[in-house]
């Protein structure tokens, strides 16, 4: 753009002509004030080219604009800037520029951009697609996603990378130096860049900032004004496309077109001129918009502009432009503009030309915005030093730039606030503007100032939110990202100032989540159900976005031992604060249990406030872990103020929040609606659970830890509620009084206690509790969600909390624990866990849900009855626990805790009252089980020094104490070993008695320090195996024994029936025996037969016996016998058009009313397929069926609006048994006879003679036959039908389908057109099944599915009884026009040439249409006499065309890898001479006719290959439809696959294997036909190009080639332009499969009308490309997309998958994406199986949701 462009038509003003740009600039250059006259050139000529009113868009006019606007007003300043002609000086400058190492290509919508997991410094450092292919990354784990435009490739930016910051082409060079690139451009280039630099930047900032609407700059006026204004309409993100299109409708009186292309350009472009004229003209205009528009919201922004202030608009975005284009071939005027933009002006702070800029950007217009952003990318942001500089300048004005962004309405794409992403996610950067510019401060601040909403404790509140609010809420949330950009690179090296800074910017975080600590707090709901349901979603919106950010500050804190320090301090102040701030109400209480009492205060969750939200606490519980794992509190513990914690204060409301769950599940919080239930949800949800739920654990673990266990497990008991319950001397009277619902929730509320317990005693995987890593903690994580079920890659990755860089440690793990099995053409890749890792499954992990829970101990017990062994889950090994937490291991052997376990057990002892659950006593189990573990390990761990505290088996041998005096814990573990009622958990007793001997053994071995005495307690386990051992095999032998009895049993009550019954057998007996024998003489003949040889067609065919065929309809269950005068019986169908087998999709579809369907081009342009799921029912019951669905429809419809998965009122319905589509029945109709052997079987000749004597007859008497009806007698002759009434009635009902559905016409069982089509469907299904079992290399009968081989019998039985309902005139017409093809007659006008007409339908219609010719055959010939003549005829036909077409040109072979069995056919050369001579015979007379228009051919041998690959599809096609028709059995060589298939195929069509002796035989008669089917004019018309030449064999068609990587085909989208918004980017570039083009889809901008109706661009291809089918790849959402129609589509799988095996549609893992073939070759099946509007049917009934979508607009 920047070079003059001279070669194309300059303007055609005179003034205009004789401009010269350099001379211009050499004015320029005398003149003392240059800006004055660079001003005075724009004045006069902006105005007069850019100032033509709203051209709507007129594309010639666009040129010459942007040709005038080159020439007379960017050509000048090149000249003035380069100082000589600018395309050699641009030249010159790209030549000596050094180019820095940075690309900086600016993302376009929707372009694919990488990033390496590996070796990006965070997630939004990311690569173009050339640069990452030049780069070491593509071999690198690596995340792909969709760039929403805007931002940048960050290649050679050193921070952005750990590693290889460079591709191949941005490698810097050796003369690569750190010099001022400006020094490298001549001096007066110099001065001159900066003076025509300001100048222009000046004007164009000042354009763009100014609000005068009819006033200009100073300097810009002109002297002759004129009364031109426009009409400006501004974009809003508030209206809709709708409300805007109606009200320019009005505002402007336009077409709904036009308004729709305005609307496009307002959305696009952020404004438009929609009027010009006068003031008043316009005025009007904007009165009426601002009038529509302001009824619900704020009205529509419209403005009435002088037309030369808009024009000097338009020209200061080029100008920018052309800045942003000029920079690029130098870094010298790149740095200069940079200085230009930067430099303050004399009024002070934030008056340099950017600064304007970035604090009016909420004012300016999205292009206008666009344009600029874009030029500052291509300037300030690829300089470091002054990227630098802007970065200082954005943090100085942040608050005022988000306070703007606040108050716009456009997305934060188009504001200036985005590129914080640009600048803050630099580490150096960042803390550079922390340190100097408080940035992290600024942020926090300004964001708690934009929630203003508080209660009167300073906690947010958000219940009372309008939408406006909401919708600002979600912009305030930009700023969270900002901070988590500022926070995402911890240091390594931290100086005071940054030491002070953070502080300062945790200070008031901190305040933010005093703000936030108690927020939204709940009260138990008693009496009645709460009326209106909370606001939440809020609260925990902000929680999620503010997750990642608590982490990143807790990763800042660890980097540094004295911040660490600090940020402890202030936030143990902060939570003292916020305990201060609790109510004072809360009176003081004692507890006293077990002899031990603590002091604490009366508060009940169940009555008094309780929140979820506590983050000062949670952050507080993340610091003090971090004490433990860096060590800090051992080294430095006077440094930390541990005596101002007060351990139970610090469990205080972590303990209420477990205890509000416990609650919740125990359903004592059912009226507190679903808002509760939601919160609990997502405090246990892993996108919140790491700063929620886990934190509460850990702040338990952390006062437990400080706190005597006694008391601590007081404290919980009495938050439970359940302190009475264990306190109490008689704990079973307390159930017996009290009612079953407090009964069940104490009991649930005792359950999850115990969990609590446990999760407070074996959570050791966080780093800093447990002596762990944290892949340790992932491990653990994988190895539970495994335990439940093998999963798939992503449901892992949702299962697994990420951290700020959108990794979960999974990769480095996943691997040692599980194995992977691969995915197969559906379903996606499993990873299965390891057999070894079984044994660390925990029952009781903290992240399981109830249901998670259940299933997995299911699954482990399963396993472990697989292998053999006992069902018992101990706990795993725990890791051992970091110094500041060891204590928490003393709370399993405390006092209260056994008292609680006694209690379990004794209540489980006396199984009759109420008071107790398997679940509790499956806790208690596990914490025994989890004492007797720490005590092993302790004792193992042990060095000999006698300091083993931990003396768990002691305690739980003694008897208990009061208040419950019973027997000791392991005495009622014994009890309980052998209760009938606890067979489940006998196992896990056994394992706990089991580990009880093997500690006491051990105690006495390091007591007496003896080897020997581990013997007995050996022995003991022995022992104990073999009583287990016995005890199963016990059970094994009894459950034998018991089977065994049941099988007598009813082996005897067989036979008492039997004799009982003795009769009814003999007779059913008696029958099968007669059944049998019949069966064996019918079959006898037909396989003496094939010993001779089977034929289909002709006076020697073998038809099958008479055979009865009985069926059932599957709505009455009735059985009955197939009877052409019986009740007709039909077979669901459905019927479509089709293009899969179209070799010309540019036909254009004909008019149905003139179109003649006799008669099928060969390229098979269009087709009617049928398809049927084989389901069978009586017509009558099918009748009553379908009058049910359409009164079930009319009910619907009055009821719901919308659209089902069929269309009733098209005649679809779905089968009664499958839910198939369906949109007909065909009638099932009787076998066809055995013909009679005795009819003579008359010569070609005989027989051509006689059919000609019988179309003269039938001339004649349709002469005169018309003329009787034009006397007015009338006269429409019916044959003698052989139907009954009601298959006659469904023999029309499926003819009229077929006709409606081919023709898209209203049904006329009158037209003369309805059989032609029924045989049309006949052929054409035939022909696509044939073209399925080529391609999949299938033997051609015996291997179709049932479905399909039912449909083609029927379908092809009611194509040969189709001409009995219709007039017997028209189809005797429609056979002598298909004979005057093959016999040409001169009577017969306008008739087709060969080459314009598929034999094989040529063959259907008229074999089925001879049927009525034959019936005025006097002599005794046979109806098969016929088929055999016409079969000899059409192939001797199809011969000569194949030789016609296929050997144009250098006759080109056909490409016979495509199908082996061609191949095969066609390398049979033994009996090659004879076929060689008489083909090469037969070529040179069709030279001779055509006058050597064909080529000449040497090699026989290769045309007989050509043309035996050429007709065998035609030959298999005619093997099926004879087949279907004579219902003849196929030989054994057409049933398998594999060689000896031609002569076969030959026979079975009573052919010669050698078919040119079907010419040869009777080439006299044969001569003088195949001369008039070479001199019709259209022969030769067609072979020298005149025509559509189709080449024999027709080669398969296939879906488009994709390509093995997916973000080729990203890419490729990516530079799709809609082809209607003038260049503007498709936001959603759709690719069809079947030809290839990629559509604009689901936008207005593509829309046509289609039927009157407005669609969107990929419904409108799919009615030229497909006949209103079609199948797409949404390629930014990698979807497959089907269509058919207007109103059913759904959404499909992708072929794409990743290295795990599955799809990801919507792009939302971002992993690399290959091309999966067999997947893509399902789909093209499933295309050419004409399976598709059926799998829509299928979708549309399992997922509603489905048929709610307009699937027109897309």
Not at 183 to 203: C, E, H, N, T, W
Not at 1300 to 1321: C, F, M
Not at 1342 to 1354: E, F, H, I, T, V
Not at 1501 to 1510: D, I, P, S
Request: contains cysteine.
């Amino acid at each position: 753009m920047a070079a003059a462009q001279t070669d194309r038509d300059p303007p055609t003003d005179p003034e205009f002509v004789h401009f010269s740009a350099k001379d211009t600039s050499s004015s320029w250059l005398a003149v003392a004030d240059l800006q004055q006259e660079v001003y005075r050139h724009l004045a006069t000529y902006v105005p007069r080219i850019l100032c033509r009113g709203a051209s709507g868009g007129n594309s010639r006019e666009e040129q010459r604009e942007e040709l005038a606007c080159q020439l007379l007003l960017l050509a000048p300043l090149e000249w003035f800037l380069l100082g000589e002609e600018p395309a050699a000086g641009i030249a010159w400058l790209q030549q000596n520029n050094h180019p820095s190492p940075l690309c900086g290509h600016v993302f376009k919508v929707g372009e694919p951009t990488y990033s390496c997991r590996e070796c990006a410094a965070d997630p939004t450092c990311v690569l173009c697609m050339q640069c990452f292919l030049g780069s070491v990354h593509k071999e690198h784990r690596y995340r792909m996603t969709t760039s929403g435009g805007g931002g940048f490739c960050d290649c050679g930016d050193d921070e952005a990378w750990k590693m290889s910051p460079y591709c191949n082409k941005h490698t810097p060079s050796e003369r690569h130096t750190e010099e001022d690139p400006v020094a490298q451009l001549p001096v007066d280039m110099v001065a001159r860049g900066y003076s025509i630099f300001s100048i222009i930047l000046k004007y164009a900032v000042d354009l763009l900032t100014w609000d005068q609407e009819d006033e200009l700059p100073t300097g810009l006026e002109t002297p002759e004004r004129s009364d031109s204004y426009l009409c400006m309409l501004f974009n809003d993100e508030v209206h809709t496309y709708e409300q805007v299109i109606y009200t320019l409708q009005k505002a402007v009186n336009c077409s709904q077109k036009e308004a729709l292309s305005f609307a496009t350009t307002v959305d696009r472009d952020g404004r438009k001129s929609v009027r010009y004229g006068d003031l008043q003209f316009c005025e009007q205009a904007k009165s009426v918009i601002v009038r529509n528009t302001s009824r619900q919201s704020k009205p529509l922004r419209v403005q009435v502009m002088h037309s030369s202030v808009v024009a000097h608009q338009c020209f200061a975005l080029k100008a920018l432009g052309w800045l942003g284009q000029i920079i690029q071939y130098s870094d010298g005027l790149r740095r200069i503009l940079c200085q230009v933009g930067l430099q303050n002006s004399p009024e002070g702070e934030n008056s340099s030309l950017v600064d304007r800029l970035m604090l009016n950007d909420s004012k300016m217009w999205k292009g206008a915005r666009n344009i600029y952003h874009q030029l500052l990318m291509n300037s300030l942001l690829m300089d470091l030093k002054y990227k630098k500089m802007f970065a200082i300048q954005f943090a100085k004005n942040y608050r005022r730039l988000q306070t703007d962004f606040m108050e716009d309405d456009h997305e934060r794409l188009v504001s200036v606030t985005s590129l914080s992403v640009q600048l803050f996610t630099v580490p150096t950067m960042a803390r550079m503007l922390m340190m100097e510019q408080n940035l992290m401060t600024t942020i926090v601040r300004t964001f708690v100032d934009h929630l203003r909403h508080r209660d009167l404790q300073g906690r947010f509140q958000f219940d009372r939110y309008t939408a406006q609010q909401a919708l600002k809420f979600g912009r305030v949330q930009s700023l969270i990202g900002d901070l988590k950009y500022v926070l995402i690179t911890p240091p390594s090296d931290w100086s005071p100032q940054l030491r002070q800074k953070f502080l300062e910017g945790l200070d008031s975080f901190l305040d933010l989540l005093k703000c936030m600590q108690g927020m939204d707090p709940v009260v138990r709901q008693v009496g009645q159900h709460i009326e209106m349901e909370p606001e939440w979603e809020t609260a925990f919106t902000l929680q999620m976005k503010l997750t990642h950010v608590i982490t990143m500050i807790q990763e800042w804190c660890c980097s540094d031992e004295h911040v660490l320090v600090e940020a402890y301090r202030k936030c143990v102040s902060a939570l003292t604060q916020s305990h201060n701030s609790l109510p004072d109400s809360e009176q003081p209480i004692s507890l006293s249990l077990c002899g031990h009492s603590v002091e604490t205060f009366r508060y009940q969750v169940s009555q008094d406030k309780v929140s979820i939200h506590l983050p000062v606490c949670r952050l507080l519980a993340g610091l003090h872990v971090l004490l433990s794992r860096t060590e800090v509190a051992s080294r430095v513990p006077e440094q930390l103020p541990l005596g101002e914690l007060s351990p139970p204060l610090l469990i205080e409301l972590p303990l209420r929040c477990l205890v509000l769950c416990a609650q919740v599940h125990a359903g004592m919080w059912r009226r507190n609606g679903f808002s509760l239930i939601n919160q609990i949800y997502y405090y246990h949800n892993v996108k919140c659970r790491v700063e929620m739920f886990d934190k509460d654990i850990i702040m338990l673990q952390t006062g437990a830890s400080m706190m005597d266990p006694n008391h601590f497990l007081m404290i919980v008991l009495s938050r439970f509620e359940l302190f009475h319950i264990f306190s109490s001397t008689d704990v079973r009277k307390r159930y017996r009084e009290a009612n079953k619902d407090v009964v069940q929730q104490n009991n649930t509320l005792i359950e999850e206690m115990l969990h609590l317990i446990i999760m407070v005693v074996g959570e050791r995987y966080v780093a800093g509790v447990g002596q762990v890593e944290p892949l340790d903690e992932v491990r653990r994580e994988i190895i539970h969600q495994l335990s439940i079920r093998a999963m798939s890659h992503s449901e892992l990755v949702k299962a697994l909390p990420e951290n700020g860089n959108k990794e979960t440690g999974l990769e480095r793990v996943i691997d040692s624990v599980a194995s992977f099995k691969k995915p197969g053409v559906t379903g996606r890749g499993l990873y299965e866990l390891c057999p070894e890792w079984s044994r660390k499954f925990n029952l009781y992990f903290h992240h399981y849900s109830r249901a998670d829970q259940s299933k997995a101990e299911e699954a482990q017990r399963k396993l472990r009855r697989q292998k053999g062994e006992d069902t018992a889950l101990p706990p795993p090994l725990p890791p051992p626990l970091c110094p500041l937490f060891a204590s928490l291991v003393n709370i399993l052997q405390c006092d209260i805790l056994l008292a609680v376990e006694g209690a379990v057990l004794q209540w489980a002892v006396e199984p009759s009252g109420g008071g107790w659950t398997e679940s509790m006593l499956q806790r208690v189990l596990h914490l025994v089980a989890m004492a007797l573990l720490e005590e092993q390990q302790q004792l193992e761990n042990n060095k000999g020094d006698d300091d083993v505290t931990f003396n768990y088996t002691c305690k739980i041998s003694r008897p208990g104490e009061a208040p419950s005096p019973t027997g000791s814990v392991l005495a009622l573990l014994e009890t309980l070993q052998n209760a009938p009622h606890l067979e489940v958990h006998k196992d896990m007793i056994t394992w706990i008695v089991k580990t009880v001997s093997n500690i006491k053994t051990m105690r006495e071995r390091t007591v007496s320090t003896s080897t020997v005495s581990t013997c007995p307690g050996h022995r003991a386990e022995e022992t104990l195996r073999d009583r287990d051992k016995a005890e199963r095999k016990r059970k094994a032998e009894m459950a034998r024994l018991r089977r065994e009895k049941i099988m007598a049993q009813m082996s005897e009550m067989q036979k008492h029936f039997i004799n009982e019954n003795k009769e009814l057998f003999q007779q059913s007996l008696e029958e099968l025996e007669a059944s049998t024998v019949s069966a064996a003489d019918s079959s006898a003949p037909s396989l003496e037969h094939t010993c001779v040889s089977q034929v289909c067609v002709g006076p020697r065919r073998a038809g099958g016996a008479e055979q009865r065929q009985l069926v059932t309809c599957i709505l009455c269950q009735e059985e009955q016998e197939v009877r052409g005068h019986g009740r007709a019986m039909v077979l669901a169908a459905f019927i479509q058009r089709s293009t899969v087998l179209s070799k010309n999709r540019r036909r254009i579809l004909p008019d149905p009313e003139r179109h003649d369907p006799l008669f099928m081009h060969p390229d098979l342009s269009l087709g009617i397929h049928t398809a049927s799921c084989g389901h069978i029912m009586h017509a009558t019951c099918w009748q009553r069926y379908f009058e049910a669905v359409q009164v079930k429809e009319q009910r619907r419809q009055q009821r719901l609006r919308g659209h089902t998965s069929y269309d009733v009122e098209n005649g679809e319905f779905l089968c009664p048994l499958c839910e198939c589509l369906s949109n007909t029945v065909i009638p099932l109709l009787p076998h066809t006879h055995i013909p009679g052997h005795s009819g003579n079987h008359p010569s070609l000749e005989v027989w051509l003679n006689t059919t000609i004597q019988h179309i003269a007859v039938l001339h004649s008497a349709h002469r005169k036959q018309s003329e009787a009806v034009a006397e007015g007698a009338e006269s429409v002759t019916l044959c003698q039908n052989p139907f009954s009434s009601s298959v006659r009635e469904m023999i029309t009902t499926f003819s009229t389908s077929a006709y409606k559905v081919g023709l898209k016409l209203n049904p006329n069982e009158q037209d003369p057109r309805v059989p032609v089509l029924s045989w049309s469907t006949c052929a054409y299904t035939i022909q696509s099944i044939e073209r399925l079992l080529m391609d999949e290399e299938k033997p051609l009968f015996g291997s179709l599915p049932c479905r399909q081989d039912d449909c083609l019998s029927a379908l092809t039985r009611f194509s040969s009884a189709c001409w009995t309902t219709a007039p017997l005139k028209t189809v005797q017409t429609h056979f002598i026009r298909l004979f005057t093809v093959l016999v040409p007659d001169s009577q017969v006008e306008n008739s087709l040439c060969i080459l314009d007409i598929d034999m094989f339908h040529l063959l259907v219609y008229s074999v089925l249409a001879y049927s009525s010719v034959h019936r005025l055959d006097q002599s005794s010939a046979s109806v098969d006499s016929a088929h055999l003549h016409l079969l000899h005829l059409v192939t001797v036909t199809h011969l000569v065309q194949i030789l016609l077409t296929n050997c144009t040109g250098c006759l080109s072979v056909p490409d016979l890898s495509v199908c082996p069995s061609v191949e095969e056919v066609c390398m049979d050369q033994d009996s090659g001479s004879e076929e060689e001579e008489l083909i090469y015979e037969l070529y040179n007379t069709l030279r001779k006719h055509l006058d050597s228009v064909l080529p000449v051919v040497s090699s026989g041998w290769q045309l007989w290959r050509c043309v035996k690959a050429g007709i065998l599809p035609f030959l298999r096609a005619a093997a099926l439809f004879f087949h279907y028709l004579n219902s003849t059995a196929p030989p054994a060589d057409l049933l398998v696959a594999g060689p000896c298939q031609w002569e076969a195929l030959c026979s079975f069509l009573s052919l010669p294997s050698n078919l040119l002796q079907l010419h040869q035989s009777q080439h006299t008669l044969l001569e003088p036909l195949i001369y008039r089917w070479c001199c019709h004019p259209g022969v030769k018309q067609v072979l020298q190009g005149g025509g559509v030449l189709v080449r024999f064999p027709r080669e398969s068609n296939k879906l488009i080639e994709l390509p093995e990587d997916y973000s080729v085909l990203i890419n490729q989208a990516s530079s799709f332009t809609c082809p209607r918004s003038g260049g503007d980017k498709s936001r959603a570039p759709t690719l069809c499969l079947v030809c290839g083009a990629i559509l604009c889809s689901q936008s207005y901008c593509c829309q046509t009308e289609v039927d009157g109706e407005d669609v969107g661009a990929c419904t409108a291809h799919t009615f030229t490309c497909g006949t209103g089918l079609g199948l797409f790849l949404r390629v930014r959402e990698s979807q497959v997309l089907f269509v058919a129609g207007k109103t059913k589509g759904c959404f499909y799988p992708p072929p794409y998958l990743d290295d795990y095996g599955e799809t990801d549609q919507g792009l939302k893992r971002g992993n690399p994406l290959h091309l999966c073939a067999e997947r893509y070759r399902k789909i093209e099946r499933l295309w050419r199986q004409h399976g598709v509007a059926e799998v829509i049917g299928h979708a549309q009934e399992a997922n509603q949701t489905l048929v709610t979508i307009d699937w027109q607009h897309l």
